[in-house]
């Protein structure tokens, strides 16, 4: 399984930007997928995630700026960053756990996950 993020980038502060995670040798069924993001010297941060069934969980403080969503007959799932500071620059990463019971919310600890995509680097300028 491989999970390929992009879209990030380098963007002014109140900008959006949105990220994709394409995933290849498997489907987005019974699935829990999730972006986190880390900054250097800090522990990895869950963001948002979503299930296969549409169950979707938030970090409380990105709740109303951030939304996830996912196509599963693209197996693909993306997260839309609106009014961008720069406490957003970070790298983001994608991440999938599989045969996972869908309609529950999916889990925010980063080792409830499988498998991880490789990261893209958002820079948020002031």
């Known amino acids: 399984v491989q999970l390929q993020a992009s879209g990030g980038g380098l963007v002014q502060a109140g900008s959006s930007l949105g990220l994709s995670c394409a995933a290849s040798?498997?489907?987005?069924?019974?699935?829990?997928l999730a972006w986190f993001r880390q900054v250097p010297g800090k522990e990895r941060e869950f963001v948002a995630g979503?299930?296969?069934?549409?169950?979707?969980n938030y970090a409380d403080s990105l709740k109303g700026r951030f939304t996830i969503s996912a196509d599963n007959s693209k197996n693909t799932m993306y997260l839309q960053m609106d009014s961008l500071t720069p406490e957003d620059t970070a790298v983001y990463y994608c991440?999938?756990?599989?045969?996972?019971?869908?309609?529950?919310?999916?889990?925010?600890?980063?080792?409830?996950?499988?498998?991880w995509g490789q990261g893209t680097l958002v820079t948020v300028s002031s």
């Open positions: 991440a999938a756990r599989w045969h996972t019971y869908s309609f529950r919310p999916p889990p925010s600890q980063a080792a409830s996950y499988e498998d």
């Open positions: 040798g498997r489907t987005f069924s019974n699935v829990a």
């Open positions: 979503i299930t296969s069934s549409g169950r979707t």
